[in-house]
């Protein structure tokens, strides 16, 4: 199942089990290449990409969500570097620090230690011949179900993106929806899928970004000009807040532009 370009060899549950006591500049697109969102992965298929990053059945996937545990954490004075390992292989993350937030909260940092869990959201990159996670987000694993949930999305995430591509091969791709969402476009908005128990009035926010295809995401001020006749700016600002505390999106090139963490 796990035979492509992303991962060489069989699938990820060949190696044995690991798990023991459970307690960027983006590469410029080729021309005809899909490209996607978020995927959830697993660090062999990380270990094993091209140097134009993680691919999945000829899809590109910008930005990659791992499940894994600490095995090593060195402290710098600008970075984090974490060992993380999963029951397919072990490789580096590092977690640029805020220097400025460090020094107005005490130099404070994500609260993971050693043999913790946790899940990342980020680029892999190529380091001095090896790959690198560089993290975007990083939140520890409380719950063990979450574990297990992480591979099942893996699995089946490929599995609908192998379909998917088969599919592509036997009709010919619709171009008409190419560019950034407009201010003023309702796509998405009235969409009835949930996730993860987002509320309508959350998943109104979270279609509307999750629907643009820029590279720095959605502005703010776009996405109320196009929701200011539905919902209160309040009520839209607490809906950003809660989403990028809960994970769900994440801000881009400044605090002002978000993109989703989730498939779409």
């Not at 590469?27 to 999945?56: E, F, N």
């Not at 029951?87 to 043999?115: C, F, H, Y």
């Amino acid at each position: 199942m796990w035979n492509d370009q992303s991962a060489a060899g069989g699938g990820f549950f060949n190696t044995s089990n690991q798990f023991g006591n459970v307690n960027t500049p983006n590469q410029p697109q080729k021309a005809g290449r899909r490209a996607s969102r978020t995927a959830p992965i697993v660090i062999r298929q990380a270990l094993h990409c091209g140097d134009d990053g993680v691919k999945i059945w000829g899809t590109e996937i910008q930005i990659v969500s791992l499940v894994a545990r600490v095995r090593n954490i060195r402290l710098q004075s600008t970075k984090i570097t974490y060992t993380i390992q999963d029951i397919t292989g072990r490789m580096r993350a590092v977690l640029w620090l805020d220097q400025e937030a460090m020094d107005e909260d005490d130099k404070s940092s994500p609260k993971v230690n050693v043999n913790d869990y946790i899940q990342i959201y980020g680029n892999v990159k190529t380091n001095k011949g090896k790959k690198v996670v560089m993290i975007f987000k990083i939140m520890p694993i409380t719950d063990v179900n979450a574990i297990t949930f992480h591979y099942l999305q893996c699995i089946n995430n490929k599995v609908k993106m192998e379909a998917d591509s088969k599919k592509e091969k036997l009709a010919p791709s619709n171009p008409t929806f190419t560019g950034g969402l407009p201010a003023n476009s309702m796509v998405g908005l009235m969409d009835n899928g949930s996730v993860n128990g987002l509320n309508p009035r959350q998943m109104m926010v979270f279609n509307l970004i999750r629907a643009s295809t820029l590279e720095q995401g959605i502005s703010k001020q776009d996405m109320y000009t196009t929701l200011k006749d539905r919902m209160q700016q309040p009520e839209f600002e607490n809906i950003l807040e809660w989403m990028c505390g809960e994970g769900h999106i994440y801000s881009t090139i400044d605090e002002e532009h978000f993109r989703a963490t989730d498939a779409c």
